[in-house]
């Protein structure tokens, strides 16, 4: 399965750095963000198994990132880590998305434990949504760990591209409006123009390759996705 990436996001370089190095023993790849804004880049460009997310923080905090992952629909594992007993309201961290939490100061070993059972529950779930693999040819599109093999060799696509294509794909022959898959994939409130989806599209087809002409462009309509 290989290594799983797992974001650290606190504003304390220290702490960070210590997270770092014990992740990586235990052969995680880590990556790190100061802030709410650098983290939700991050969460956007790579693929992210595990998030361990700090309250307080300058800009957004964790609740406020906490909700635009999940709005954004990742479902990977968000652990909590807070300063104070009453900085942390259980009730509504659950509520908004978080999985678990843990109370600064705290043993490493104990946080990296939570990882693990954290990523050990989201595994086993997955295992059992085939409902969210879509096979169409020789391209298979996993909704659950959002990634796409093509002939069996796994391509990376970005977050964007991944649900534009796995819109289209889930729906093979059904033409969708510039308009409709702008309101469908992006962000409501997010500046976007109807270009933007002839860029992406764009770049979905150079990575499918000799597969590009599955998606055909509907003259003055949209897209859609050929079932061959």
């Not at 990523?119 to 990634?147: A, P, W």
């Not at 998606?215 to 859609?224: A, E, L, M, P, R």
């Amino acid at each position: 399965m290989g290594k799983k990436n797992v974001l650290v996001v606190d504003d304390e370089q220290d702490l960070r750095l210590l997270l770092k190095s014990n992740l990586e023993k235990q052969q995680f790849r880590v990556f790190e963000a100061e802030d709410g804004i650098e983290a939700l880049e991050i969460v956007d460009k790579k693929e992210i198994d595990c998030v361990v997310l700090d309250i307080m923080m300058p800009g957004k905090d964790g609740y406020d990132v906490c909700r635009e992952i999940r709005k954004d629909g990742y479902k990977m594992p968000i652990i909590f880590l807070t300063a104070k007993d009453d900085e942390f309201d259980e009730v509504l961290g659950l509520e908004i998305g978080g999985d678990d939490y843990v109370k600064k100061p705290f043993s490493v070993r104990a946080l990296i434990s939570r990882i693990k059972s954290n990523l050990r529950r989201v595994g086993y779930q997955g295992s059992n949504l085939d409902n969210n693999i879509i096979k169409t040819g020789e391209i298979k599109i996993n909704q659950n760990d959002y990634t796409v093999e093509i002939e069996d060799e796994e391509v990376f696509f970005p977050r964007k591209e991944f649900k534009l294509l796995a819109h289209l794909a889930g729906h093979p022959n059904e033409v969708f409006t510039r308009e409709f898959l702008l309101n469908k994939i992006w962000d409501e409130g997010t500046y976007v123009v109807d270009r933007t989806v002839d860029v992406h599209i764009g770049r979905i087809r150079k990575k499918l390759g000799k597969y590009k002409n599955r998606i055909k462009t509907v003259i003055g309509v949209g897209y859609k996705f050929l079932s061959k």
